[in-house]
């Protein structure tokens, strides 16, 4: 498979995942109309993680996903759904292969890296 063979499977999936996250979203908050928690964002990326969780271990212990498939729905029909799910899955590999250190230190920089990267966009743009 060529870059732009996989690129456009990336594209097209992550639009197809895009459009999913917005609706499974749009249609959480529907049903907790009136909550401050962001329970479609944690729909989306639980549901995220459980897809990928599946896709993956299906593809490792059933070879049931070829090199394109995999494309398709890892990198794009879930990571245009939530990117969450990425970092869960990698996350995962990383204590599977016994590699816990590189595993926490993982979790560690995603979360404090991007809150702080996301804190310093925002102080940015409010001048």
Avoid at 89 to 115: C, I, K, M, P, S
Wanted: glycine share 14%.
């Amino acid at each position: 498979m060529g870059n732009l063979n996989a690129a456009l499977l990336v594209g097209l999936g992550g639009a197809l995942g895009s459009i999913m996250r917005y609706l499974l979203g749009g249609w959480v908050h529907a049903l907790v109309p009136f909550s401050t928690f962001p329970f479609g964002t944690l729909a989306v990326n639980v549901s995220g993680s459980l897809a990928i969780g599946v896709v993956g271990g299906l593809s490792d212990a059933r070879q049931l996903f070829g090199p394109a498939a995999r494309v398709f729905v890892m990198i794009g029909v879930l990571g245009g759904f939530t990117t969450f799910s990425s970092f869960a899955y990698e996350t995962l590999a990383l204590a599977r292969d016994a590699a816990l250190a590189r595993a926490f230190a993982n979790v560690v920089a995603q979360v404090v890296l991007g809150l702080v990267a996301a804190w310093i966009g925002y102080s940015l743009a409010r001048g």
